[in-house]
């Protein structure tokens, strides 16, 4: 292996060249135009441009990444992850070309790629999987039986889904017979894409770290807890996953050598497992490295890029050593905690990153660049790591304090918030996050980001949001100044010196630019829609660039406040669109499949119209769905989406 392209973007593309050049490889990058000044693509020894503007155009562009890394004379590729990393036709095209693929090959990828086919690869291996029926079903009578002998509740999972997308939680026979009706009327089409799975409660997402080469040597680089996500995606990750049992490591190790040997698997992958009251339940193979693989590089003393190019290039894998200390890797996204997390855009004003010992930063991003909504909100991971997981917390709460990134909202607040809950900081087998944990302590617990499932700016007067108080949420920011030679900060509204120039410092001294940020971040927008509510048009936009995956209204449907109206898909995240108030759908703007951009019409409602209404909605946006009993199954059902109980899996 002498030349390596790297099929990617960000911090990944920037991790991967780092150990190519440690390896004497040459790197190859390429870039579509809003990367053009990328750190990875400074740091890899040539760049190409990708033409376009969008990522199917770009980086999911399967010919053209080939054409360059032919042109370029790479004798190798690594897809990163996202994108074309798990795509088997992309696998193959490069196999094709005869560049060395780094990864499973095209027929693994195939096996492991679909949840249906993944887990007849976990029956042949004599894993055990979640109760389910492991083929598309499309009889309700056989829906119903299934139900029915396992219990309730159960899942209703998309064959083709990953990372929470395409499950609905069904509760009894009435969901499950609307969920089969309203998918055939709304969807225009059966539920052959769907199967059907027991829904497993209280359960922890445990991972291994694995590897196998071309010789079957095979290990695993350590354990990983990823219990604490939103939506069901990960937000934090810690290795070795702490307060295991002895029996539970040794069959989720056994059970991951079973699956890659039965898979045929070269290279490194990640078995995801369901833990639940000391049962183990297989749930997918991502079948590449993933964001979090820097939890176990800590802790086994590993790189694992160079594992992953090493087996790729024929050689034996290492051998991990026993785990050593704890480490903890916390994603900074663009996500604003006060809006239960919407992905947000904007430029980056100031970066401080912590330092010190044990901290390790992996970023792809630097002050000026523009978090784009077209992309992942990941603009980095800060990984902590201590000799053990009490010492790991501590030092996590400092890095934290030292921390600081402005012109977009992180996740800095809930860390804290995380970091000091004494759920999460148990120091014995009282620890117990679940999946769940997260949205249960801290999603959709204020009132104003809650009234109607989405940020309160984009609420209209009816609905309580800020500017039914006739308010608009002020911007801050933050100056440090002396009083009496101390030290203090002052909170200003945004702006307050805008025009005065350089007399205007921001904190820690920094000038703050006095030109708008490049891009319209998502508040613009949210504000945009409360100020066209306000006017007396229900207009119902979209908060970020998405996908339309469902609609669950029809033009002339009488809705209530509360009511789901339009799932999007955004950055792999599902996120759902309610009725600010009661009212009727006049007039639907989009179409399943389509892409919508921020601030784009998505629903017209005549509010007001409507005489119906449920006083269970309100109750049932303040929990989990299953301790509501009193709603109906239709508005339940609605509901259920966004509160996917105690199990997921987060890419």
């Known amino acids: 292996m002498k030349k390596l392209l790297i099929a990617n ?3 990944i593309a920037l991790r991967v060249v780092r150990t190519a050049q440690e390896m004497g490889i040459e790197t190859v990058a390429v870039y579509a135009e809003q990367d053009r000044n990328a750190p990875y693509t400074q740091m890899a020894d040539e760049a190409y441009l990708l033409p376009g503007d969008t990522n199917l155009q770009t980086y999911l562009n399967e010919d053209l990444i080939v054409d360059v890394a032919k042109r370029a004379g790479a004798d190798a590729l690594h897809p990163g992850y996202g994108f074309l990393s798990e795509f088997p036709t992309f696998a193959k095209k490069v196999i094709d070309a005869g560049i060395t693929w780094v990864g499973p090959s095209p027929h693994v990828l195939q096996e492991l790629g679909d949840k249906i086919t993944a887990c007849k690869v976990a029956q042949r291996a004599k894993v055990p999987v979640v109760p389910g029926i492991a083929e598309p079903v499309s009889d309700m009578r056989v829906l119903l039986d299934f139900a029915n002998q ?33 998918h055939d009327a709304l969807q225009g089409g059966d539920l052959g894409d769907y199967f059907i799975e027991k829904f497993v409660d209280k359960a922890r997402h445990v991972e291994t770290q694995s590897g196998r080469d071309a010789h079957g040597n095979f ?91 090493d087996i790729a290039d ?152 800020d500017d039914a108080e006739g308010k608009d949420r002020t911007s801050v920011e933050t100056f440090t100044i002396e009083v009496d030679d101390k030290r203090v900060k002052l909170a200003l509204p945004e702006g307050m010196f805008a025009g005065m120039g350089s007399a205007a410092a921001g904190s820690r ?52 406040k509360g009511d789901l109206m339009i799932v999007l898909e955004s950055m792999k995240m599902e ?34 119209k409507s005489d119906t209404g449920n006083s269970d909605i309100d109750k049932e946006q303040k929990g989990d769905t299953e301790h509501s009993e009193s709603a109906s199954a239709a508005t339940r059902l609605a509901h259920s989406a966004e509160n996917v109980g105690k199990q997921g899996g987060a890419a």
């Open 314 to 465: 024929g050689a034996s894998l290492t051998k991990a050593p026993e785990p050593r200390g704890h480490s903890f890797e916390l994603r900074i996204t663009s996500e604003d905690p006060a809006t239960n997390l919407t992905p947000s855009s904007g430029t980056l004003e100031a970066i401080t990153w912590p330092t010190g010992p044990g901290i390790r930063i992996d970023s792809g991003v630097e002050v000026g660049d523009t978090v784009s909504p077209k992309d992942d909100s990941m603009m980095g991971k800060v990984i902590i790591s201590a000799q053990d997981r009490l010492s790991a917390v501590a030092r996590v709460r400092r890095a934290l304090r030292e921390m600081s990134i402005e012109g977009v909202p992180t996740p800095a607040t809930l860390f804290q918030k995380i970091f000091t809950n004494p759920e999460f900081t148990a120091e014995d087998h009282s620890f117990d996050v679940t999946t769940k944990w997260l949205e249960r302590n801290y999603l959709n617990v204020e009132p104003k980001t809650t009234t109607t499932g989405q940020p309160a700016s984009m609420t209209a007067p009816e609905a309580g949001g």
């Open 219 to 309: 290990t695993v680089y350590s354990t990983r807890d990823c219990s604490v996500q939103r939506r069901n995606q990960k937000l934090v990750e810690e290795a070795p996953a702490p307060f295991l049992s002895g029996d539970v490591i040794a069959q989720l190790e056994g059970f991951s050598h079973r699956l890659f040997e039965t898979a045929g698997y070269v290279g490194l992958g990640t078995c995801e497992f369901l833990v639940s009251r000391g049962k183990v339940y297989f749930m997918e193979v991502n079948p590449r490295l993933q964001v979090e693989h820097t939890v176990s590089e800590q802790v086994c003393g590993l790189d694992l890029v160079r594992e992953q190019l």
């Open 150 to 182: 396992n219990g309730y509740p159960v899942m209703m999972k998309k064959a083709d889904g990953g990372g929470g997308r395409g499950i609905t939680p069904i509760h009894n026979d009435d969901e499950l017979r609307a969920f089969f009706m309203n």
């Open 575 to 608: 996120n759902y669109v309610y009725a600010p108030a009661k009212g009727v759908v006049s007039k639907i703007m989009v179409s399943v499949a389509d892409g919508v951009d921020p601030g784009e019409t998505l629903v017209k409602l005549d509010i007001g």
């Open 9 to 11: 973007r960000g911090e």
């Open 509 to 560: 001294g920094a000038r703050r630019p006095t030109q708008p940020l490049r891009g319209q971040g998502l508040h613009d927008v949210t504000k945009q829609a409360a100020r066209q509510n306000q006017q007396g048009a229900g207009i119902i936009v979209a908060t970020m660039q998405a996908v339309v995956t469902r609609i669950n209204v029809a033009e002339g449907q009488k809705v209530d």
